[in-house]
């Protein structure tokens, strides 16, 4: 009874699930008549969703955020590959946001300021050592200003994202002249410092966009602006320092390149051009959590598509903090954003010259867009980003199946199984009950291989895991699939809301979740009834992520069918909306 969970439960769409329902997929095309009434509770539960997330924000700015099972935590900032023998993949975890203890533990503001945190979630792996972990040094957060400042400059903000037509022009002739015959225009940056997320307890980082002529010195760490008149966002010293790894982690921020912006007082003192490149650059870190796949796509994919995407491929990426490995991995999602190989910022000797660029990557929220005047003036959504991806991976499917159409087709359900923790102890039983109901069904582990494993996700209509990065797969989905989320024991609404439900909507998915009991959780046979993961988990959750990942993460589940039953029902009802 203290569990919301139950009670959530009840509020699922389509009510009570003791409405006896014949098992047949005939009788998902008699139901036709219920969408209306699905479509009622499924807006009842945005609004729940909204409501919980948006009062347990502050709570959960405590949690921290790092989190690797495979490799530890010094490994993580290393140019390494992953360690693991195991697909680290889609094997890891959401993990929420980290305490920010702000201010170095000075302030004693940092609770009442959640979005200022430094912002983490879903994290790693498990098997991760966090009791090493340093504390969070405070988020910064200042720029205030520069970010106002941003604001009022909408429209050249926007143009400044595009390669300025005058300097497209220009260009032919600078090249034969690496830009030692400097350009005169005066140099520009804008950056994006305004990190907080109004009501979301995660920071973003600094994004800068530099317009003139602009020199790029791997080897410095460098980018170079000639400007003449200093103006811009520099500090004293001319420079502007930033961390360009999408996602702004006090944690894991010190293990990013530290880049340089300098403003040069002019060309004769900026590096001569070894290259001029005819389209904009893109500079950013692949340090952090990559190699998580949940990470993978909010800390660089997403926002690597929100910032470039407008480019059609024209432009070229420098990337910091670089794994071949990584860059292997993504290389069909890094052909579609770019037509030009990627240059290796921690490697390359040379000095690259443009006349527009990038330092950072703009960010939403994980696997969450929406439109933004200055960080998304385009209005892209996951759905857009849903369709690039199908595109590079050439996933032909961008609608389930309709049912009915092929005679004997019968829709398909993807269950992802977990090795690790949160196991479906009775993913046999629940996939034998789909099958009854008339679903093809097909189980499988996420692993390394996101190309194969994406088509098998493309292929399915309906996807059911247990909350887990796994569910990260949904962006393979075809639009209006359905997703089906367990969530396990101990009041992880927020983060199976914010992680994947929220996102799952943003992506025009259907979205359905379970909320495991008492009795369906392994925990029942670790801990007794008056522990407090079953009295008050809220407080386990209050008392840090260790708490967090030593008991409430570290569970299977088991469903109850009798209780399931109605939901795998539903998502053949969705299939149908
Ligand atoms: C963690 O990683 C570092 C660097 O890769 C390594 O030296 C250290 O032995 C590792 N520690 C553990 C406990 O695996
Ligand atoms: C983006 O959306 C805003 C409203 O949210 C609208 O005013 C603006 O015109 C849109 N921009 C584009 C490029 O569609
Ligand atoms: C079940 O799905 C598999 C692919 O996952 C497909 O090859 C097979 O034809 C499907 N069977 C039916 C009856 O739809
Ligand atoms: C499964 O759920 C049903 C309906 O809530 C309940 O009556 C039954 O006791 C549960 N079974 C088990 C084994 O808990």
């Known amino acids: 009874m203290t569990s919301t969970a139950y009670s959530r439960q009840s509020k699922l769409p389509g009510g009570g699930g003791e409405r006896r329902l014949p098992p047949r997929l005939m009788r998902g095309l008699a139901s036709k008549i219920e969408p209306k009434k699905l479509g009622v509770g499924l807006i009842a539960?945005?609004?729940?969703?909204?409501?919980?997330?948006?009062?347990l924000a502050?709570?959960?700015?405590?949690?921290s955020p790092v989190f690797a099972s495979t490799a530890n935590t010094s490994a993580l900032m290393q140019n390494s590959p992953p360690t693991a023998s195991k697909p680290s993949v889609p094997e890891t975890e959401a993990i929420p946001p980290q305490e920010t203890l702000a201010g170095g533990g000075g302030g004693g503001n940092a609770v009442d300021l959640p979005e200022a945190a430094g912002s983490e979630e879903p994290g790693l792996p498990e098997a991760v050592t966090r009791k090493d972990m340093p504390v969070a040094a405070d988020s910064d957060e200042p720029g205030?200003?520069?970010?106002?400042?941003?604001k009022d400059d909408g429209e050249n903000a926007a143009a400044?994202?595009?390669?300025?037509p005058s300097s497209k022009e220009g260009e032919g002739e600078q090249k034969q002249n690496g830009g030692a015959a400097a350009a005169a225009g005066e140099g520009k940056m804008t950056c994006d410092e305004n990190g907080v997320d109004e009501g979301f307890p995660y920071a973003r980082p600094t994004v800068c966009e530099l317009s003139g002529d602009i020199r790029v010195s791997p080897k410095q760490k460098t980018v170079y602006l000639v400007n003449p008149s200093g103006a811009g966002g520099f500090d004293e010293g001319g420079e502007k320092r930033l961390r360009p790894y999408a996602r702004k982690d006090d944690f894991l921020l010190p293990g990013v390149t530290e880049v340089t912006v300098k403003s040069s007082p002019s060309a004769a003192v900026a590096p001569e051009c070894t290259k001029q490149h005819a389209v904009p650059a893109v500079l950013f870190s692949i340090a952090g959590y990559t190699d998580n796949f949940f990470h993978d796509m909010t800390d660089a994919m997403v926002p690597l598509f929100l910032t470039a995407s407008h480019l059609k491929g024209e432009v070229q990426l420098l990337i910091t903090n670089y794994k071949p490995w990584w860059v292997q991995k993504y290389t069909p999602l890094l052909r579609k954003l770019s037509n030009y190989p990627v240059i290796n910022f921690d490697e390359d000797a040379g000095v690259h010259c443009f006349r527009a660029g990038f330092v950072g990557l703009y960010r939403d929220r994980d696997l969450i867009l929406s439109p933004h005047p200055t960080r998304n003036p385009r209005n892209y959504t996951m759905v857009d980003f849903n369709r690039f991806v199908r595109g590079a991976l050439a996933l032909p499917r961008d609608r389930p199946s309709v049912l009915g159409e092929e005679p004997g087709m019968r829709p398909r359900m993807l269950i992802i199984s977990r090795a690790g923790t949160r196991k479906l102890l009775n993913l046999d039983e629940v996939a034998a009950a789909a099958a009854e109901l008339g679903f093809n069904v097909t189980v499988a582990e996420a692993g390394a291989d996101v190309p194969a494993f994406a088509a098998q996700v493309n292929a399915a209509d309906v996807l059911l895991a247990v909350h887990g990065a796994g569910l990260t797969n949904q962006i393979f989905l075809p639009t209006r699939g359905v997703v089906v989320q367990i969530v396990p024991w101990g009041k992880m609404d927020w983060m199976a809301t914010n992680f994947?439900?929220?996102?799952a909507r943003g992506m025009q998915l259907r979205y359905l979740e379970y909320y495991v009991g008492e009795e369906e959780t392994s925990l029942k046979d670790k801990y007794p009834r008056e522990h407090t993961v079953f009295r008050d988990p809220m407080a386990l959750h209050k008392q840090g992520w260790q708490a967090l990942a030593e008991i409430v993460m570290k569970q299977d589940v088991s469903v109850n069918l009798t209780r399931f039953r109605p939901f795998l029902l539903q998502a053949l009802d969705k299939l149908q909306e």
Not at 45 to 55: E, H, M, P, R
Not at 160 to 164: L, N
């Open 58 to 63: 502050k709570l959960f700015a405590i949690y």
């Open 45 to 55: 539960g945005c609004c729940l969703a909204l409501l919980t997330y948006v009062s």
């Open 500 to 503: 994947y439900g929220r996102p």
């Open 160 to 164: 400044a994202s595009e390669p300025k």
């Open 144 to 150: 205030l200003p520069e970010a106002l400042r941003r």
